[in-house]
């Protein structure tokens, strides 16, 4: 069995510096209470508190993230071979390819469709246990998919898509922050809640409200499951108004306390489903301060390594023969290539699949194409502006922001009657003099068509809500960056799976279970009900598929159920 175990992991490892770059951060963990935020100390989790680092490992290469997703964010570590130039490689002409050949002796072959952490981590599994496995990508500069680092010259890394390791007591990732020893941060303190007119008071109860209603929308759709399915807005408001007990503030602001979850839930609470509604996750979130990049690197190396990762190849249709085999249709460079496989792993976002980017032949099943028109598809947006001074409340790691009632709209700044998460990276990321700013949908499609000099007139009043000394000027912006998921063809015009209203999610798990002997298998965040949305889901379920193809190839898993190994 030892041909089939994992190997490879350590040196890794020991890549993953993780230092933030350019010494602007101090990065501790926020777990010691000795510590303060700006020490510039920079702490790993490797390391033991108060030791400073051995300096920045890294040669940062040039990012010009900006209205398109041009830039690369690997890592660029002094070692050979580099991943950049892996994925050089990863993208040369597949002419030179000879990927239609006979598979080796014995051995199955399998395709496995995008290089985001499900298709990373159902290749690994698949490559441990000895499977012919290559990956293909349509993004020809980069891997990771929807976990997406920034890298610029002398600034710490920044998250464009997921930053945070959700549930960390069941999210099995959470063990490579120490592996790799990854910069990170638990952003789990009390946050600040504002309103359009300031900082709301420590006995503000809308929030406790809104959880009420909640619980109360949970104890009815699981006692009574066919009660109809109803935007959750719409739900709360209904609920406060027939509510005896609460005071007229209470009524008013409740519903507005509810948009706080759009910022998780990535969809417009109007729109959303009471039914399914994903209120907060319990358990505690980890932000990761020193690049989430370090964990696609890991899994990503040992594969690009061994040629097992194509990029520039846009899959179109997958076919499947008389025989049971599988063709792919791809184009690289508006050249068409084919490949035959045993089996497929299809891993694309949601939003990739319910646009039918990919068609099947023969079709999927009925139930296919009905679940996917019962799950949604959301827009989580992030900009980060980062000023020459900090004009925010410092102490705290998070503001939310609660919008303008709708009976006291802000006809003049419309920024006001939405709702906004703001991550304080100045507690978060050690001492940043910057704000994330988190949107959703409808509003991040609308500002991710602005430009830059429209977001912050848009923004502007929310930033003299939330300064500390509104006498004085706002400071200067030095630079922002925008995200541009909306327009991203391979994120599939989006971010994440959502449910609105009239959705059933479990339709698609359904079809997934119907599906699990099937030679074309599904992986990623849409295809668990378990971390649904998140990186750890995502990672999850393409071990489930690999393992699903492996039963069918009679390998007898290994049992390995680690995660700090990379294939
Ligand atoms: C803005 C944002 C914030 C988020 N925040 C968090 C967070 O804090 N915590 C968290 O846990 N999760 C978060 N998430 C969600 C998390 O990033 C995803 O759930 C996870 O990364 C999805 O992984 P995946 O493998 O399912 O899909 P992806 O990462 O999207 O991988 C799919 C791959 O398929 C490729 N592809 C698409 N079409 C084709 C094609 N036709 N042919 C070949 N390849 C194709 C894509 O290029 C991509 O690389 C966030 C996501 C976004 C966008």
Known sequence: MSDLMESGGDDEGSESNSSSGGGVSSNVNRSDKSQSYNDNVERTASQPMGVPSSGNKRSLSMSSYGSSYSNHHRNNIEMSPSIDELCDTAASSLSSLSLNGPPGPGANRVIVIGAGISGLRAASVLKRHGVDVVILEARHDRIGGRMFTSRQPGKPPREIGAAWMHETVQNKLVSLISKL??????????????????????????????????????????????????????????????????????????????????????INSDIASSKHLSYYVQERNLYVTGGYDTIVNYYSKPLLRDGQILLGVEVQDVNTEDDGKVTVSAIQNGQTFRFDADAVIVTVPLGVLKERMISFTPPMPQTFDEALDRYSYGALGKIFFEFDDVFWPKERDQIVFYPSPDDMLNKEHPVLNNAFVINNLYVVAGGLKELCIQTADPLTRELEAMTDEEIYSFFEPLFKVIRTEPYKDLPNLVSLEITQWTKDKYAGFGTYSAAKVGDEPDLFMDFLDQNHDSRIQFAGEHCSMLGNGCVHGAFGSGEIAAKNLLSQFHISYDGDNSVASSP
């Open 181 to 266: 020893g990854i910069n990170y941060y638990y952003d789990d303190g009390a946050p600040l809640y504002y309103t359009p007119w300031g900082p709301a008071s420590s006995q503000f109860k809308a929030k406790k409200v809104c959880e009420e209603w909640v619980d109360y929308a949970e104890w009815l759709y699981t006692t009574n499951p066919d009660t109809p399915d109803r935007p959750a807005q719409e739900f709360i408001r209904e609920y406060v108004r027939d509510h005896e007990l609460l005071s007229k503030e209470e009524r008013r602001w409740a519903p507005q306390a509810l948009r706080e979850v759009e910022l998780w839930i990535s």
